[in-house]
């Protein structure tokens, strides 16, 4: 129901309901006056027709005493009936017979005035009074009887006398028939209904609207009487009420509906509008038609919703801003793993969505120092202008705004005061900072993540079953190589690295947790399994909100959204690098695997067959390798070929390439060298491995093995990849069956035409950033274009090289060796070839 009809039957109620109880109260009250006075005026007109016929009865006594006195009973009769004073006399004589009786008189039985009820049934013909009649001696001589005729113009009197209509009944008590009365025809049914219905004297109603009230026959009055008189209330009284109710129900309903549409007509107005503001449309408005409540509520609801557009419409701009920010951060993410490039996309995004002046994102880099990556609006708010440029952005953890956030891991917002010193951070007003950590995980120095395992490359990434690559890695025996890894013990070595007890290293490393199992982030701060803040990977700040308002709490909620993609982006650009770096490496030695070999055995060869270049191929395989896993198990197995690696890696270039081709096999890939060079290599590599054997924990001595070597030379050996590894591969099989720990270099084709490109070696690298190796001579030509190189040991003469690609001998001079290049001289322990997760090729520093 609506407030309309609520309101229209609140009015019916309250304006109808006292118009019906007075209704109800005038007619009711109207009809008991009514009933009343004609109530009293039955029962003066009964006491009326009492003393009437009372009077009548007293007149017909004397009358027969009259008659009872005298001796001549006619003479006396004949003058009172003249006289009128009876209608009749009868006399009669002791036996009853009668003596005398008027002329005229009615016909008998008369009905006595001392009788008190009907004696016999019938219509009453005339009403008489007896009384004795005796001689002087007071002798019983008979009876007189005085009647007085009851005819219509005696009822009438009666009814005149009374003053209401007088129905004279047909004997006894019954109502059925009458004999004489002065109702009318249309009302003659009804009273005689209506007093056949009453006992006594009581009063009744008919329905044509007349009281009734029977009397006698009684003592002094025996005539059967009804007696009736008209309604007093007026005609029509009950139609004229209801008319009256009826018409002013009408008017209350258009009363009550013109009041209700006035009152409720504002509010259906504002309940339409509110219903289109529901569904979108912010222009409803409300008309303002008085200036009370309603109108008053109107106005505001009209202010409300401009002001609402207003904040709607710049919700909408916003979201739209956002959206575009979203937009190309979600596309930057998917299309590139550059971090620069999606680190300035978040940036940029972040300002434009909290309208900062500046801002910058910095990365945790190693030595617990905040770097940064990439910032915007900058420049002008260093303390001090720098005449080399905008400075860039570094601040220690710990230290000032954007250090505590690292160190707390907690967000923060607020004003600087111009009082307060500069802490290397720009000049700003307001600041809004948010850290972001590594998802599910917590963060080692240099960014990286613990993953299970335990151990932490320096990017931060572990390989499966412990190893991991050079540049600080812990060996699968526990040995801890330079760049500062962590002991078996949870000894911290220089460098900064974590040890696996948990412990924080120097150089601002961050705690880890033991096993290096992942850590939970919460949604307020990075929390380690231990309830303690998880390390920071670096943190979002922004600078000098557009206002000179300060940043708020909604800024801060948008800013951790943008640092928690600034989060993913650096995580994913990780985990792909180590995603890729895993798929290219072997985990136990950390050498390239199988996979990167066939990869890059392709490209070298294309390199070397563009520049006109060499390209040599060494197998190896270590001798009898099957009897040490029998022998000492696999575990030391693992711990032999692991250490091989490593010995490996520390006889070959940067440039060089080496790879675990699988088991005890092993391949390396020497660029710009010719079959000389590989065979120093090769001397090299064995004598590495005889002189030094190898020691494995749990066992009381060294074990001692020795490697075979077959070498290969592109386009000596082969025109493709595919030929030249398989050439190396048959040069291996004939070392083995030399005697082992010794090499050999594959035969050449015949009939393959070469041609070596004298290269000058230098201190620095030329323009080309190819390395280069020996020194410029010319190469005499032999018959069929071999080139010919001097004299090596162990390579047989039909397989030299020239000399433009020899590595130079170890009795060289200091010169000499200093002009054959980066290759003159054995690596010491930190350098070697790396197998880092950037190919397709990633190196360290000797």
């Known amino acids: ?75 006396v009769a004949g003058q009172l009936v003249g006289r009128g004073l009876a209608a009749a006399v009868l006399v009669s004589d002791v036996s009853g017979r009668v003596t005398y009786a008027s002329p005229g008189a009615p016909t008998t039985p008369w009905r006595d005035c001392s009788e008190s009820a009907a004696a016999t049934s019938g219509p009453v013909r005339a009403l008489s009074a007896r009384v004795d009649r005796r001689d002087p001696a007071g002798t019983l001589l008979g009876s007189v009887a005085a009647a007085q005729l009851v005819d219509p113009a005696f009822v009438a009197r009666l009814a005149a006398v009374s003053g209401v209509a007088v129905t004279l009944l047909d004997g006894g008590a019954s109502a059925a028939r009458f004999t004489h009365t002065t109702e009318s025809r249309e009302v003659r049914d009804a009273v005689l209904a209506a007093a056949g219905h009453t006992t006594g004297e009581q009063v009744t109603e008919t329905t044509k609207g007349r009281y009734v009230r029977r009397i006698g026959p009684s003592a002094g009055q025996p005539l059967p009487l009804v007696l009736s008189v008209p309604s007093g209330r007026p005609p029509g009284l009950h139609v004229t009420l209801a008319g009256v109710v009826l018409l002013a129900g009408l008017l209350a309903v258009l009363t009550a509906w013109r009041l209700a549409r006035v009152t409720t007509r504002p509010l259906v107005e504002l309940a339409g509008a509110v219903d289109r503001v529901a569904h979108g449309d912010l222009t409803a408005r409300v008309p303002v038609r008085s200036r009370d409540e309603l109108g008053r509520l109107a106005a505001a609801f009209n202010r409300m919703t401009r002001e609402t557009g207003s904040y709607v419409a710049a919700l909408t701009s916003s979201r739209d801003q956002l959206r575009g920010h979203l937009a190309v951060l979600g596309d930057t993410l998917a299309s590139t793993h550059d971090l620069q490039r999606i680190l300035r996309v978040i940036l940029h ?70 009082t307060e010193a500069p802490t290397g951070e720009p000049r700003c007003r307001t600041y809004v900072a948010v850290p972001f950590a590594a998802p599910g995980g917590t963060t080692t120095p240099g960014g990286g993540t613990t993953t299970p395992g335990g151990a932490t490359t320096p990017g931060g990434a572990t390989t499966p079953g412990g190893a991991t690559t050079p540049g600080g890695a812990t060996t699968p025996g526990g040995a801890t190589t330079p760049g500062g890894a962590t002991t078996p013990g949870g000894a911290t070595t220089p460098g900064g690295a974590t040890t696996p007890g948990g412990t924080t290293a120097p150089g601002g490393g961050t705690t880890t947790v033991p096993g290096g199992g992942p850590t939970s982030s919460g949604e307020e701060r990075n929390v380690d399994e231990a309830g303690a803040p998880a390390a920071a990977l670096g943190v979002l700040a922004l600078y000098d909100r557009v206002g000179a308002d300060e940043f708020d709490d909604d800024d801060l909620v948008t800013l951790r959204t943008f640092a928690g993609h600034a989060a993913v982006a650096v995580e994913n650009v990780r ?42 191929v060494l197998a190896l395989d270590l001798d009898r390798f099957k009897d040490v896993n029998d022998t000492y198990g696999h575990a030391a197995g693992d711990t032999v070929l692991a250490e091989f690696a490593r010995r490996v890696r520390g006889e070959i270039r940067e440039v060089d390439l080496a790879f675990r081709q699988g088991g005890e096999e092993f391949v390396l890939l020497l660029p710009e060298t010719d079959a000389r060079g590989a065979a120093i290599v090769a001397e090299r590599l064995g004598a590495a491995v005889r002189e030094t054997p190898i020691a494995v924990e749990a066992y009381a001595g060294p074990i001692v093995v020795t490697v075979s070597v077959g070498i290969a030379v592109y386009p000596d050996h082969g025109s493709t990849g595919r030929e030249v590894l398989e050439a190396a591969d048959d040069a291996l099989y004939v070392a083995k069956a030399a005697g082992r720990d010794t ?22 690298s030329p323009p080309d950033g190819l390395p280069r190796a020996g020194r410029p001579v010319q190469v005499p030509r032999e018959p069929g274009g071999h080139a010919r190189s001097e004299s090596a040991v162990g390579v047989p003469d039909s397989n030299r090289s020239g000399p433009a690609h020899a590595r130079p001998d170890p009795a060289d001079g200091p010169a000499d060796a200093a002009r054959a290049g980066p290759d003159a001289a054995r690596p010491g322990p930190g350098g070697g070839a790396s197998s880092g997760p950037h190919p397709p090729r990633q190196s360290r520093g000797r």
């Open 349 to 418: 995004s972040a300002i434009a969505a909290t309208g900062a002046r500046a801002g910058a994102v910095l990365l945790v880099e190693t030595g617990g120092v905040l770097v940064a990556q990439c910032s915007e609006g900058l420049d002008g708010r260093w303390p001090a202008p720098d005449p080399d440029g905008p400075p860039t952005l570094r601040v220690p953890v710990g230290v000032g705004v954007v250090g505590a956030v690292a160190a707390t891991g907690e967000p923060q917002r607020g004003r600087v005061e111009p």
């Open 575 to 616: 985990v792909h690098e180590e995603a890729q770096r895993l798929s290219l490496t072997d985990p136990l030695t950390g050498l390239w695997n199988y996979r990167y070999l066939r990869e890059s055995i392709r490209r070298e060869v294309e390199r070397a067959s563009r520049f006109g270049r060499m390209l040599s």
């Open 1 to 75: 129901m609506t407030l309309r009809g609520r309101l229209t039957a609140a009015f019916l109620v309250v304006v109808l309901g006292p118009v019906l109880l007075g209704a109800f109260f005038v007619a009711s009250t109207v009809t008991a006056v009514d009933r009343t006075r004609s109530t009293e005026r039955l029962a003066v007109a009964a006491s009326t027709v009492r003393t009437s016929v009372d009077a009548l009865c007293q007149q017909l006594r004397a009358a027969a005493d009259a008659v009872a006195l005298t001796g001549d009973p006619a003479v």
């Open 743 to 764: 090499y050999r270099v594959a035969e050449a084709r015949p009939d393959v035409p070469t041609r070596e490109i004298a290269v000058p070696a230098g201190a620095v």
